[in-house]
């Protein structure tokens, strides 16, 4: 039987990604000055305010204040209007030193003997119905997010936006599973006020909120999503129908937004950074963690197991999970789910022993594999973790305080995303290329 598959996205200009990208901004600049930091770093933004908490264990200091104005001016909230901007907000830091009964339990003598950060259960997920080895309904959410931000930054064309923006995408499925048709988009984005009424009756009120509804309307089918659909080949290209049914602002008008319209929190995205509800989620949020953390190493160690399973043909679809205990280096235990679609003669508690005795799975081996201790966080905290280019090699600047010390580090991103292990995996599981 068919079925409709709904999943949704945030812009960096959402009040939790404005949290998340700080959180991790400052994740960034302490292993820029010491790899070997252990930070977790929460930020709450709200009305012209910013508190920052948690523990850090570090050689460097940090101006924090002069990072967090820096995150907040780039994502594009400079202008007093909004009554959240760079210049002008509070930033109130409650950071402390991290708690000796939990560093003792993940620094040992011996790097390889690294104890996991947290007990919990880490998921990683991957199915071949897109190139990036993603749910469809999840890669469009982001990318219409991605190119509204672009043609909010390039002051073009749609120059009302403001930087807060939501995006769902409703896919319908066939009887077996396959996408077939892009359903519903529905789009929230900030804007100015530029259509005003007349005075200040309810109906001019209505009337210039349903002009600016149209307009905006028609500039999302019209400019945003070609755009949007030129990103993809083929297989995702012919799902945009003349059926698709647009939601635009529904509510009318979304002038008030960002932190001052709501408060935002570290972490409160984790399905968006995820896989956008399909799989599974151990419940950890990732940003403003250091790699010691397991609720971040492993769901990127699960995922690049998962994504490399799929491209290898082990299963079409697959869910892996990774669970530890605090302060043990080995973990509890790999579990498997392949939904039926496995391609190799092997029930899903076989795949899942001969991976674990196969791939180290440890904290510290999972750092070194992955490259985990570089300044390499900032970039996943908007637009999903998972699904995103790998080997991007960039250099980033990284400084401890206004007019003070400054390095330059070249980092590789999104490294749980290469499909390095896909021969590994063909001749573990016997695969003939």
Known sequence: MSYLFTSESVSEGHPDKVADQISDA???????FDPNSKVACETLVTSGQVVLAGEVKSKAYLDLQTIVRHVISEIGYNRSEYQFDAK?????????????????????????????????MMFGYATNETKHYMPVALDLSHKILQILARIRKEGKEMTYLRPDSK??????????????????VVLS?????????????????????????????????????????????EDVQR????????????????IIGGPHGDAGLTGRKIIVDTYGGKGAHGGGAFSGKDPSKVDRSGAYATRHLAKN???????????????????????????????GKSNVDLTDGEIAEKLLEHFDMRPYAIEQRLKLRQPMYFETAAYGHMGRDPGQIVKKKFFTGAGKETVEREVELFTWEKLDLVDEIKDLFGIQS
């Open 88 to 120: 002008s907000c509070g930033i109130l830091s409650a950071i402390h030193e991290q708690s000796a009964d939990i560093n003792q339990g993940v620094e040992r003598e011996d790097p390889e003997a690294q104890g996991a950060g947290d007990q919990g």
């Open 239 to 254: 799902l945009f129908t003349e059926d698709i049914e647009y939601l635009v602002n529904p509510t009318g008008s979304f």
């Open 309 to 339: 399973i799929v491209a290898a043909g082990v299963a079409d679809e697959i869910l892996v999970q990774v669970s530890y205990a605090i302060g043990v280096a080995e973990p509890c235990g790999l579990y498997v789910n392949t939904y």
């Open 26 to 32: 400052i994740i960034d600049h302490f292993l820029a």
């Open 167 to 184: 995006s769902q995408v409703t896919i319908l499925y066939s009887d077996d599973g396959r996408p077939e048709a892009i359903q519903t």
């Open 189 to 233: 984005t900030q804007h100015d006020e530029f259509a005003l009424p007349k005075d200040d009756s309810a109906a001019e009120k209505k009337k210039a909120q349903q002009a600016m509804q149209k307009k905006i309307e028609s500039d999302v089918i019209e400019i945003l999503m070609p755009r949007v659909k030129q990103e993809f080949g």
